[in-house]
């Protein structure tokens, strides 16, 4: 069973770099500008959906799917950010 509290830390590390100047460079040089305001909406949209299950705390086998699914999309992209902002930083 995933932790929300601790998938929201996550949700929350990931909106900061994407608030990250190096970053918005990045993806303003590739082209990729509205593509990273997208992903800043769908990762506010993420922490609210935790932020309701946070607060239920009991969950249907359903809700708990879509809750791994979450955790695991959360990560990865916190990896990928993560790889990204290293691989800027030794450019």
């Known amino acids: ?17 994407l608030e ?9 040089i590739w082209g990729y500008k509205s593509e990273l305001e997208e992903l800043k909406k769908t990762v ?9 299950a946070d607060a239920k705390q009991v969950f249907t086998n359903e809700e708990q799917y879509w809750i791994e699914k979450l955790n695991e999309v959360v990560y990865d992209a916190d990896d990928l950010f993560d790889e990204i ?3 800027a930083e030794q450019k």
Do not use: N, R
């Open 85 to 87: 902002l290293t691989f």
């Open 20 to 28: 990250c100047s190096i970053l918005k460079e990045i993806f303003s």
């Open 44 to 52: 506010s949209t993420i922490t609210k959906v935790l932020l309701d």
């Open 1 to 17: 069973m995933a932790d929300v509290g601790a998938i929201l830390t996550v949700t929350q590390t990931l909106f900061a770099a």
